[in-house]
């Protein structure tokens, strides 16, 4: 130890913002050390800067949380046209396209292709609708045309509006499952302690029998679900495609 040296601390030399201390050891040798002492406002516009960032950093994540929440309500109110629009396009699932009575005209029943067809019924968490199918099960073959009915009752002192989805199992038989009329997608206005019966016009078409992947199916189920639509009222939902069919 040099005898009344300076010790820097960190290897930093002294400045004016550096004090100097003293300490006497034994002997009566005076020994000196710098104490650092950070410049207090670059300390500060440091901090500031962090702050500033972290707020810039809160406000973009709120704003992207709020723009997708705002994404998948919008997605949700335009889900039901959506689809039908795709199915009307397409004929998945068996909903309804142009051009479609030709067909039911010339087709020929397959007799030795029997199925049977069972109806199901459910409703949403919201609903209080009493939803229910009037038949259990009928038989048909691929090409003959059957009607089916289901039954809904408004228990409640309120009129409710609903709308339905539906999908067929097994899902490969949906191709082929063809609905001529139904009121799936359509709003349906129930008021208080009111019932509806509400029609199913369908059939299976032929070409069921020649798809090897259905030779095992011997059984499909058509199942229909209500969901409470109070803010459909204000939704423009496509109008039904009508065709006319010949039975």
């Not at 500031?48 to 994540?61: I, L, M, P, V, Y």
């Not at 020929?108 to 609708?129: C, E, G």
């Not at 609903?162 to 097994?170: D, E």
């Amino acid at each position: 130890m040099i005898s009344g040296g300076r010790r820097l601390l960190l290897g930093v030399p002294t400045t004016p913002a550096f004090t100097t201390r003293s300490a006497p050891l034994i002997g009566g040798t005076l020994t000196h050390w710098t104490v650092l002492r950070p410049p207090l406002v670059s300390s500060l516009s440091s901090q500031a800067a962090r702050d500033s960032a972290w707020r810039k950093g809160n406000r973009a994540t709120l704003t992207y949380v709020v723009a997708l929440a705002v994404a998948v309500v919008g997605m949700s109110y335009a889900a039901v046209p959506l689809y039908r629009l795709f199915c009307q396009a397409s004929g998945y699932g068996g909903t309804v396209k142009k051009g479609h009575g030709g067909k039911v005209e010339h087709m020929k029943p397959v007799t030795d292709r029997l199925l049977t067809i069972k109806f199901n019924a459910d409703t949403s968490a919201t609903m209080q609708w009493q939803f229910k199918p009037q038949q259990r099960e009928i038989k048909v073959v691929p090409g003959e045309t059957a009607l089916a009915f289901y039954t809904a009752y408004n228990p409640t002192d309120s009129p409710v509006i609903g709308i339905s989805t539906y999908n067929v199992i097994p899902f490969e038989a949906g191709q082929y499952f063809n609905k001529i009329q139904c009121f799936c997608f359509e709003e349906q206005r129930l008021n208080p302690k009111e019932q509806v019966d509400m029609p199913v016009f369908f059939y299976i078409d032929p070409e069921f029998s020649d798809d090897p992947l259905m030779a095992k199916v011997d059984t499909i189920t058509l199942s229909y679900t209500f969901f409470e639509a109070k803010e459909a009222e204000h939704l423009k939902v496509p109008p039904p495609i009508q065709s006319t069919v010949a039975v």
